[in-house]
């Protein structure tokens, strides 16, 4: 099968562009001495998007992210409005609603819909964006749809949970391109200030080639919901949907889906196998592991280790770490660049605090920036477009997750020819007819035979 398009040294675009809110230009100068010496254009950020005719946007997914990406797009600059929601589940839509009340705006109740089918009544309630943020599974559907409409989109990552979602979704990001829409996918590090301006330094050659690194995002539990007895066995994984595999991917794709994305950003390129490991030990609904280790190896040999986790009382790392031949960029509370001994040679200014010290939590908000660049997009007449690069990235936590269930070493060829599709055939309240099972690796124990 050939792969929708994408080049694996192509899906960058122009290697010095960064998001839509500037351009690195990075060149290396040699002084007097031989040595060289970094320089790079800086990058002109706007805090808020220009003014301009009044944008209207639907949110399609109403829980927490849904009403946080809501209020982070109101935030994002004059003539923005929130007109439409759609949801499963009325109370959740509710809640948003009221949300967006406090932010100053009502949504008219005939904007208000509810269902499976509220996504494309909310496309086609007179919006100029769609926001989705509904759980990843109906995510390659709703994307779809939107760029069918003709439609700008914010769309939460991941943008699938397996490779036939994964496959569309690049299908879907061509034809976005071609339409000349602008589509932002909650990879948010990607406009996050420290980490383009570490991403200007590597491109400049400040740690020399990337010959391999670590991404981590260990981190505790994050939630899950008992079973209600009013509640169908539909409504219940939906509402319970982070500990369900055919509904997020599994925390390797929901979660650490980010990290992987900085791996592939910064290398421009991806993986082409895995071999993983993981396991249940503390998860207490749903069908998911709640660890995963993977060996990424990349076309040219380089590898990455990367590693996932959400059990409380661990020892907990949300991190990067890109080794070069000279040096190393690190991505911990602060972004900075060393040499290989280790030596400090650079890290991002941070905004100062009131007590007059270098503070992260004074950087503008990487979730309020990307839809700054969104809306900037659109008012400039700037097409930008995330979802293919996001969709790869979705690919390759999709395949280090298969390779840890299988324990098997997978190939990004077996992911772009899999005719895995999770979920069931049909969606209605009721029992979802798919298997439940956690995964086991391996072959299971099979003691020797009696000795006669």
């Known amino acids: 099968m050939k792969k929708a398009g994408i080049s694996r040294r192509n899906f960058l675009g122009k290697a010095a562009t960064v998001g839509a809110a500037g351009v690195v230009v990075p060149s290396i100068l040699t002084g007097c001495s031989g040595e060289p010496k970094i320089k790079v254009s800086p990058v002109t950020w706007l805090d808020q998007a220009p003014d301009g005719p009044v944008l209207k946007a639907g949110v399609v997914g109403c829980g927490g992210r849904g009403k946080g990406a809501a209020v982070n797009f109101l935030k994002a600059g004059p003539n923005l409005q929130i007109v439409a929601l759609g949801d499963t589940f009325k109370d959740r839509l509710d809640d948003c609603r009221a949300t967006i009340a406090k932010n100053g705006q009502e949504v008219p109740e005939e904007n208000c819909f509810v269902g499976f089918d509220a996504y494309q009544k909310v496309i086609d309630a007179g919006v100029d964006i769609v926001i989705l943020a509904t759980p990843p599974y109906f995510r390659p559907e709703h994307l779809e749809a939107a760029v069918n409409a003709r439609k700008h989109v914010f769309a939460e990552k991941p943008v699938c949970v397996d490779p036939v979602g994964?496959?569309?979704?690049?299908?879907?990001?061509?034809?976005?391109?071609?339409?000349?829409?602008?589509?932002?996918?909650?990879?948010?590090?990607?406009?996050?200030?420290?980490?383009?301006?570490?991403?200007?330094?590597v491109q400049a050659g400040r740690i020399g080639d990337i010959v391999g690194g670590n991404v981590y995002w260990n981190g505790g539990k994050l939630w899950h919901r008992d079973n209600n007895p009013s509640w169908t066995e539909m409504e219940w994984m939906i509402r319970d949907w982070v500990n369900w595999t055919w509904l997020s991917g599994d925390h390797i794709v929901e979660q650490h889906v980010h990290n992987l994305d900085i791996m592939n950003w910064f290398t421009g390129s991806h993986p082409v196998k895995a071999v993983g490991m993981g396991s249940r030990q503390r998860r207490v609904t749903g069908d998911q592991f709640d660890n995963f280790s993977i060996d990424f190896v990349f076309e040219d040999g380089r590898h990455f280790h990367s590693m996932c986790r959400q059990i409380n009382g661990c020892t907990n790392s949300v991190s990067e770490r890109l080794q070069g031949s000279k040096g190393a960029a690190y991505f911990l509370d602060r972004v900075f660049i060393t040499d290989l001994e280790g030596l400090e040679l650079w890290q991002y200014e941070y905004p100062l605090n009131d007590e007059g010290k270098p503070a992260r939590g004074k950087m503008k908000s990487a979730y309020d920036q990307e839809h700054v660049d969104l809306v900037t997009a659109i008012r400039t007449n700037q097409p930008f477009n995330e979802l293919e690069n996001t969709a790869i990235s979705t690919m390759t936590a999709i395949m280090g997750r298969i390779s840890a269930y299988t324990g098997k070493e997978t190939t990004w060829e077996q992911m772009m020819n899999s005719d895995l599709k999770l979920g069931p055939t049909t969606l209605a309240f009721g029992p979802v007819d798919i298997p439940k099972e956690v995964p086991v690796a391996g072959d299971a124990y099979v003691p020797p035979a009696p000795r006669k």
Do not use: F, N, P
């Open 166 to 201: 994964a496959r569309k979704v690049m299908a879907t990001a061509l034809k976005a391109k071609e339409l000349g829409l602008s589509i932002v996918t909650g990879t948010q590090r990607r406009h996050q200030r420290d980490y383009v301006g570490a991403y200007q330094q």
